[in-house]
Structures are given as C-alpha cells and as structure tokens.
Antibody, heavy 120, light 110 residues
Framework: QVQLQESGPGLVKPSETLSLTCSVS????????WSWIRQSAGKGLEWIGR???????NYNPSLKSRVTMSVDTSKNQFSLKVNSVTAADTAIYYC??????????????WGQGTLVTVSS | QSVLTQPPSASGTPGQGVIISCSGS????????VNWYQHLPGTAPKVLMY???QRPSGVPDRFSGSKSGTSASLAISGLQSEDEADYYC???????????FGGGTKLTVL
C-alpha cells in the first residue's frame, strides 16, 4: 500500500526557510493531490496546502504569502518550503494524500510526521 | 482556535459507548461531508470515517459517524483500551477553499 515519509532538517533558525520533502512509495504520485498539514504543540491540526501531480497548488490563505510547494514526479516526491519562519512555525509537519469526491474530501494515508523546531 | 469545535476530552470504561461531537457552520459541515481521524501521538494519523459515515476497510463497525445540519458525531461502542487516542473531525471549508479541523478530543479509556 501507499506509504509516505517526511524528511528534512529538524531545526531551522528564525527568519530562514523551512524545507521538507515527502517521499511516496508503493504507488505513483500521479493523479492525486498531496497535502501538507501541521500540528503545533498543544494545538490542533492546520492544513498548509496541497499540490497536484501536474504542479497545481492551493494554499491556506493564512500561510499563502510564505509557502511554496513543488512536485518531482520522477522521484515520486513533493516538497514544502515556508520562508521567514518564526517560533510559531514550530510544529510536527505531516504529508498526506488527498481523496476527493464531490462534496467529500479526506486524507489517506498520512506520513508519520517530522518535528521542525524554529530556534536560534 | 480551530474552525470546528470539539470537546477537549471524553472518557469511558471498557465495553461502554462514547460519542464525540463536532460543530461547524454552513460553510463547512453544513455544505460538505465530515471525516474523522484517529491519532496516537508519534504515529501517522489514520482516517476512521469519511463522507460522514463511511468506514475504510479495516475500521471496526464499533465506530460509526453521523451528521445533522452543521454538527457531526463519532460514536464508539464497546470501548477498548486500544481506542485511547486523539480524535479529530475535519470538513472542507468554502472560505478556506481547503479542509479545516476540529481541535481534537482526547479519549481516555478508564
């Protein structure tokens, strides 16, 4: 079955750029949307945005100015960049596959998540 | 705070039933299906229910979902110790043009 694995630095300095990659195994990245979701300590889940295999993106309006997503179909990977990070960006970052039907949307599967801490 | 509202905690004893509520608005739950995720910290969240009341294969029929208007519920019958986890509801939101989540409910099996 499809499995996702996040990777990237666990520590980023304030004002710098957070960069993560999600590797997809057990299936093709084509024909699906793929999302990034994060969870800050003691808080709920926040959708960051999504990317289609062709590169079409949708971002959370609250993060849109700082977020860039990209996809590499040859490597079956997609990536997330968040620039100008602050301590508020410290969170566990998850990647997930989107499922969509008219009137219905859900994530399955999810990666295990990777903790990113913003600190000098 | 989260767009969808859940109680922060719920509890029950083994064998009992519990219901977790999720409240939203006409822009999300009132217009779109609700999903529920089960999350054990340190592991990948898992979809428990999608399209309001559809269970993915492998999810026991002890779990059921329902929706009415701008609220939804997840019911768990015959509680087991392995059900102790965080539960999140989610739905597409027309303002976000993306999914929004509840704040999560921590279920304790006493």
């Amino acid at each position: 079955q499809v499995q996702l694995q996040e990777s990237g630095p666990g520590l980023v300095k304030p004002s710098e750029t957070l960069s993560l990659t999600c590797s997809v195994s057990g299936g093709s990245i084509s024909n699906y949307y793929w999302s990034w979701i994060r969870q800050s300590a003691g808080k709920g889940l926040e959708w960051i945005g999504r990317i289609y295999a062709t590169g079409i993106t949708n971002y959370n309006p609250s993060l849109k100015s700082r977020v860039t997503m990209s996809v590499d179909t040859s490597k079956n990977q997609f990536s997330l960049k968040v620039n100008s990070v602050t301590a508020a960006d410290t969170a566990i970052y998850y990647c997930a596959r989107d499922h969509y039907r008219p009137g219905s949307h859900w994530f399955d599967p999810w990666g295990q998540g990777t903790l990113v801490t913003v600190s000098s | 705070q989260s767009v969808l509202t859940q109680p922060p905690s719920a509890s029950g004893t083994p064998g009992q039933g519990v219901i977790i509520s999720c409240s939203g608005s006409s822009l999300n739950i009132g217009s779109h299906s609700v999903n529920w995720y089960q999350h054990l910290p340190g592991t990948a969240p898992k979809v428990l229910m999608y399209s309001d009341n559809q269970r993915p294969s492998g999810v026991p029929d002890r779990f059921s979902g329902s929706k009415s208007g701008t609220s939804a519920s997840l019911a768990i019958s015959g509680l087991q110790s392995e059900d102790e986890a965080d539960y999140y509801c989610a739905a597409w939101d027309d303002i976000m043009n993306g999914p929004v989540f509840g704040g999560g409910t921590k279920l304790t099996v006493l």
